[in-house]
């Protein structure tokens, strides 16, 4: 399951250096989340760390990118192997 940002996003800035996949960026009004580099910290930590620092927890588990931690361990494993 990848994160999601709603619209509940204050823009504070907290969530895109945290993310250690690079997978949080500015969008036109609020932060997003790219889908195929959120492994929701898998690999790196043991909870969202976007989701940690988020002042309004405006953060979500996306309904539209369903993973088990299997899948997200698999996308880590990836995402490492293209960096290297």
């Given at each position: 399951m990848a994160m999601l940002i709603t619209d509940e996003c204050i823009n504070c800035d907290v969530c895109e250096p945290e993310c250690p996949n690079g997978a949080i960026t500015q969008g036109e009004e609020i932060y997003q989340i790219e889908p195929?580099?959120?492994?929701?910290?898998?690999?790196?930590?043991?909870?969202?760390?976007?989701?940690?620092?988020?002042?309004?927890?405006?953060?979500i588990v996306d309904p539209d990118c369903q993973e088990t931690k299997d899948q997200l361990m698999s996308k880590y494993q990836g995402l490492m192997q293209e960096a290297s």
């Amino acid at each position: 399951m990848a994160m999601l940002i709603t619209d509940e996003c204050i823009n504070c800035d907290v969530c895109e250096p945290e993310c250690p996949n690079g997978a949080i960026t500015q969008g036109e009004e609020i932060y997003q989340i790219e889908p195929s580099l959120c492994t929701e910290c898998v690999g790196h930590f043991t909870t969202s760390q976007c989701v940690d620092v988020c002042p309004v927890d405006c953060i979500i588990v996306d309904p539209d990118c369903q993973e088990t931690k299997d899948q997200l361990m698999s996308k880590y494993q990836g995402l490492m192997q293209e960096a290297s």
